[in-house]
């Protein structure tokens, strides 16, 4: 949903530099959206239905700094460039391997995990905090009005987690 991106774009905050990572990327909602704010976007998805959505989403929006990849991560991270900022809205059980092989390629990148259930949040938050990010775990609650008997009522989407793990960078003092 659209205010989750927001909240995750704005914990993210990759800039026009940098290298950012979708991890299951979808239809790419995730990747278009970073692909407006960064200067390289992968998205990495494992579904070739999706993707090609995804592929026919890009075009239609010109997001030309986005490459989509058929895939399953982690194996499929191993050949791209180190990322700034890494969004995972989806890691297949994967998560460990995920977080690690991003660990891997760069330390110091901001990373967002998105999760819908509390294990999935749990074990994303103890992971990334087994690897040296501070973490920070955020619930999401959104609703939206429609209308009931000619008044107003709120109706809830499910909760989101999103997990943020985030390292100070050094700075050489030579």
């Not at 927001?6 to 990759?14: E, G, K, M």
């Not at 890009?58 to 191993?78: Q, V």
């Not at 905090?129 to 008997?149: D, K, M, N, P, Y």
Request: proline share 5%; hydrophobic share 45%.
């Amino acid at each position: 949903k659209q205010i989750v991106r927001a909240a995750f774009l704005s914990l993210l905050a990759p800039g026009p530099e940098e290298i950012c990572w979708d991890i299951g990327a979808g239809t790419g909602s995730v990747s278009i959206e970073l692909a407006m704010l960064a200067g390289q976007v992968y998205g990495v998805e494992q579904n070739a239905e999706a993707l090609a959505l995804a592929e026919e989403n890009r075009r239609m929006l010109g997001a030309w700094n986005l490459r989509l990849l058929e895939g399953k991560a982690p194996e499929a991270l191993a050949d791209l460039p180190a990322p700034d900022a890494v969004f995972v809205g989806g890691s297949s059980g994967n998560m460990r391997p995920v977080l690690e092989a991003i660990h891997e390629k760069n330390p110091q990148a901001r990373v967002c995990v998105s999760a819908i259930v509390l294990e999935n949040a749990a074990e994303a938050a103890a992971v990334l905090g087994e690897l040296g990010w501070e973490t920070e775990v955020r619930q999401i609650s959104v609703s939206t009005s429609r209308t009931a008997g000619g008044k107003h009522m709120m109706t809830a989407q499910n909760p989101v987690f999103l997990i943020l793990g985030t390292k100070e960078k050094t700075t050489d003092q030579t």
